[in-house]
């Protein structure tokens, strides 16, 4: 009885994602549509060959978007629709020869991400009820336009909130198969290896997402060094190596790169030079006068570390200088490069996009209560389920706050667009602790009314 409830369960769910996955191919328009922006050229550039030559890791661009670009065999295409919001050029999508092939592999890409996410969750929670709100709930999260509408947008936003989807699929699939006795034959082996490639690429998305990888390794060291199971796992432990070494190379190339030295720029002129007491602290640190020729020298050795030490030698700053923006960096839920169509479909979207993608940073302490909610849990009930979803929650938490802190420091130009992926992040953890929780309290009631 057990199993055909659990067949027809597993049914119905395919169903509501099948019916999910049709609302997202179908209210979008074409797959193909795409539209560029002030980015994009530097991405074709990027991808120039050859791609695997001495400065593949330290082009002005990361590994995967290069790679990507490079395989789609733009260089000789031409960009005919591109936006610039900042001089209110936005435009509509269409269809570019090249950039096509883009946009489709973009979005079929997102389809598959969001819908992984969604069986793995919804696979992992106990309740009926609790599975299908989950399908719903996060393929309706990545189906809506604070999502969705990337996927047309010629950059790195859409490959980073996809591959990060499968990453946190198989993650969630490798820590569960792990702690349920699971993690037997070819199989668990496969999602492990799968896992370090998409960690991998995602990585080499954009250069915020390598201190992501950071946080994630850090708990995956001292999960090895407090539990046997974890530390007897040799798949396991050459995985966490090998993500290392992936790390310590991300690290390499975006200092070598010289990437950051735009952005690092703006923070320079805009946020420090303009204040005589944080001229002067620079100054202490060696820092030239900034008309002088010596500058750009010291500027290149010296800057990243200088204002490093500017912000933990003032914590004040540094706090309230971030805390005071979260209204406006939780202030958007839609992409600004393109406009889309005012249709009955397009307003029901933004209608949902709205209560899964609010503009409050309302969301942030919500996370916070609810992370500590399922502490209390996960320390009074000694679960390994609850357990396994505190470190998932805890890694997520973390790895979005110290993301969004470098996205807001990092420059002073752009900042919701740079710390748009921890917002989001921050967003998704919302549901994801409800539905948790909801399938814990709702499985506690069965215990209780059992007993």
Known sequence: M???RKLGLNLLTLALLAGMIYIRLTFYGGLNLSVGNGDTDSYIKGSAAPL????????SRLFTTNLFYYL????????????????????????QPCFDKIALFQNILAVLAWGILAWVVSGRLNGGYEKLLATALITAFGFTPAIADWDSVLGSESLTFSLFAISLALVIQIYFMLTEGEFDGKFPVVITVLAVVMLTFWTFTRDANIYTLL??????VLSVVAVSKVRKNKTLLIS?????VVMLVGLQSAMLSRRWEAPLANVYNDL?????????????????????????????????RAYARFLLSHPGYTVTAL??????????NTQPYFFSEDTPARNALVTVNDLLHPKTYLFLVLDILLIAGLFFAAFRRKNVIHAGWLWLMTWLFLSASLTMGVGFFADSVGVTRHTMFAVEMFRLMFWLLLL?????ANQRDETVGAG
């Open 215 to 220: 946080v994630l390794l850090v708990m995956s």
């Open 52 to 59: 695997l030559a001495k400065d593949t890791l330290t082009r």
């Open 436 to 440: 948790i929780l909801l399938d814990q």
């Open 72 to 95: 789609a065999d733009v260089q000789d295409c031409k960009l005919e629709v591109v936006s610039y919001p900042a001089v209110q050029t936005e435009t509509y999508r269409a269809i």
């Open 2 to 4: 057990k199993s055909l």
């Open 240 to 244: 966490i190596v090998v993500l290392i």
């Open 272 to 304: 420090l030079l303009p204040h005589p007491a944080r001229v002067e602290f620079l100054q202490g640190l060696g820092m030239p006068n900034p008309k002088s020729a010596a500058y750009h020298e010291w500027f290149i050795e010296n800057a990243p």
């Open 323 to 332: 805390t005071s923006e979260l209204g406006g960096i939780f202030s958007e």
